[in-house]
T-cell receptor, first 115, second 113 residues
């Protein structure tokens, strides 16, 4: 079974631009969660989508948004990029049977550099 | 609110010696706890998971962890370190609402030959 895939793997953007990252979950998984990883703040939860609906959201500004398609693939968008948005963005998928015990499986991440 | 604290930011061991990575958690309910490993420039790989069944949880690559409610701890151990174990390890608690994981700050494990 194929794992979680993320594209692109690397991105370089300049301040003020916007960027879209893509995540394809494991087949049969309906939930996709996104995380930001930086050396200073560690791993922080951005948001989670299930059946095309955002169910949970972390404490990030509105410049960070996402969506999920009917095939469970998800995209996240960051508008008006700032230098501090440079990070590794990880997506994870799970079956989400409804509880806290579901295991999340992570993709390799997208490394975003903002110049 | 839930949180995890990894007590060591860096641990260094010699190959063949035991590994102990310490994690304390805080949760107002019976938690689900995980350990993930991240090798350089890679995503996160699940090592093991605790979900209120057996308190001693066995994972991949010889790792195991013991859930101790009285001490609110979930320490990760391995009897004998291998060079390939060098990586960053994250202790994680699942939020009550599904889909959100809360990560510790990570412990970098170095293995000396």
């Amino acid at each position: 079974k194929a794992g979680v895939t993320q594209t692109p793997r690397y991105l370089i953007k300049t301040r003020g631009q916007q960027v879209t990252l893509s995540c394809s979950p494991i087949s049969g998984h309906r939930s996709v969660s996104w995380y930001q990883q930086t050396p200073g703040q560690g791993l922080q939860f951005l948001f989670e989508y299930f059946s095309e609906t955002q169910r949970n959201k972390g404490n990030f500004p509105g410049r960070f948004s996402g969506r999920q398609f009917s095939n469970s693939r998800s995209e996240m968008n960051v508008s008006t990029l700032e230098l501090g948005d440079s990070a590794l963005y990880l997506c994870a998928s799970s079956r989400q049977t409804g509880g806290q015990t579901d295991t999340q499986y992570f993709g390799p991440g997208t490394r975003l550099t903002v110049l | 609110a839930q949180s995890v604290t990894q007590l060591d930011s860096h641990v260094s061991v010699s190959e063949g010696t035991p590994v102990l990575l310490r994690c304390n958690y805080s949760s107002s309910y019976s938690p689900s706890l995980f350990w993930y490993v991240q090798h350089p420039n890679k995503g996160l790989q699940l090592l093991l998971k605790y979900t209120s069944a057996a308190t001693l949880v066995k994972g991949i690559n010889g790792f195991e962890a013991e859930f101790k409610k009285s001490e609110t701890s979930f320490h990760l151990t391995k009897p004998s370190a291998h060079m390939s174990d060098a990586a960053e390890y994250f202790c994680v608690v699942s939020a009550l609402q599904g889909g959100k994981l809360i990560f510790g700050q990570g412990t970098e494990l170095s293995v000396k030959p």
